[in-house]
């Protein structure tokens, strides 16, 4: 969206979605499962991510040219994967849970998962010979403990055309000077910094890792 000669808005929402339906068949002469295998999995998945932003540019008379950004985006993202196995078959060939001799061995996964974030972007150049380059990003996750879940990381980036500025040999067309300095911030996967209940191989009981 345009707002202006030199303002810009940007506004999006991508939803990414992905189901898979998975079967594993090991025959009653399989060298590890002499019985048979059979094991059934399925997983969803979705991440909504919505995002906001202004740039501002602008090219000055004295050969300045200014262009910076400013945003702000939230995450979501959510997995859920069930799965079952059972070991031997009672009739070969026959894939499915209720032919197992074993009790089926059931897993559940589900992750929930958030981030928001505002961040900025600033390109300075000056007559396409010295360039400096500032951004910087702040996120909120939810898989941080509530009190400490916000982290900060800048980078700043430099360079300078040396030929464009000074005579040089006709040996040298370019010769440049390049100077950068960045931190970079990440979170972890949900569920790592507190004990949470998990299922068991027994039916009707949890887990404590």
């Known amino acids: 969206l ?76 959510y997995y ?14 026959i894939y499915n849970l209720a032919n197992g001799m074993s009790t089926p061995y059931v897993n559940t ?7 928001n974030s505002v961040y900025f972007a600033s390109n300075f150049s000056w007559k396409d010979k010295i360039f400096l380059d500032v951004t910087g990003r702040n996120d909120w996750s939810s898989t941080l403990p509530s009190d400490n879940r916000s982290f900060f990381y800048p980078s700043v980036t430099t360079s300078i055309l040396l030929n464009e500025l000074m005579k040089m040999p006709s040996q040298i067309n370019l010769l440049k000077l390049r100077a950068s300095w960045a931190q970079v911030g990440n979170d972890t996967s949900p569920y790592r910094t507190s004990v949470y209940y998990t299922t068991s191989d027994f039916a009707g009981s949890a887990q404590m890792p």
């Open 2 to 77: 345009k707002i202006s000669n030199n303002l810009d808005l940007l506004m999006r929402v991508s939803i990414n979605l992905d189901a898979q339906q998975c079967e594993q068949h090991r025959t009653v002469s399989d060298v590890v499962y002499g019985s048979g295998y059979f094991r059934q999995q399925n997983i969803f998945q979705y991440e909504a991510t919505s995002d906001a932003l202004l740039t501002y540019h602008h090219s000055f008379v004295n050969g300045l040219h200014v262009n910076v950004s400013v945003g702000g985006s939230a995450m979501k993202d």
């Open 109 to 115: 996964t589900i992750n929930h998962k958030a981030i």
């Open 80 to 93: 859920n994967s069930l799965s079952a196995s059972v070991t031997g078959l009672m009739t070969p060939g």
